[in-house]
Nanobody, 115 residues
């Protein structure tokens, strides 16, 4: 069974930081492009970031809205995906989902940025 479990969300003030984690199981982690996708209140899904690792080389992509503030990374030995979020803005408030090749999705973790 494929399972993705996000954690690390919470309430943070503007300018603060959070690190999200996605623990993956049931599949070969590094065979997939791993992504973070978010859904803000009343809005559709927004691609945030993704990472693909081939051998020892990794390719990372970021949405313009988060570039320079967010960093995606993996610990392949632990089958875990991370999203380090710095300089958070109220506009970052959303449910954040972990996805593998858009085939498998986690349950999401809530991030709220508010003063």
């Amino acid at each position: 069974e494929v399972q993705l479990v996000e954690s690390g969300g919470g309430l943070v003030q503007p300018g603060g930081s959070l690190r999200l984690s996605c623990a993956a199981s049931g599949f070969t982690f590094d065979d997939y492009a791993m992504s973070w996708v978010r859904q803000a209140p009343g809005k559709g899904l927004e691609w945030v970031s993704n990472i693909y690792t081939y051998s020892s080389s990794s390719t990372r992509y970021y949405a313009d809205s988060v570039k320079g503030r967010f960093t995606i990374s993996t610990d392949n030995a632990k089958n875990t995906l991370y999203l380090q979020m710095n300089s958070l803005k109220p506009e970052d408030t959303a449910v954040y989902y972990c996805a593998a090749d858009e085939d498998y999705w986690g349950q999401g973790t809530q991030v709220t940025v508010s003063s």
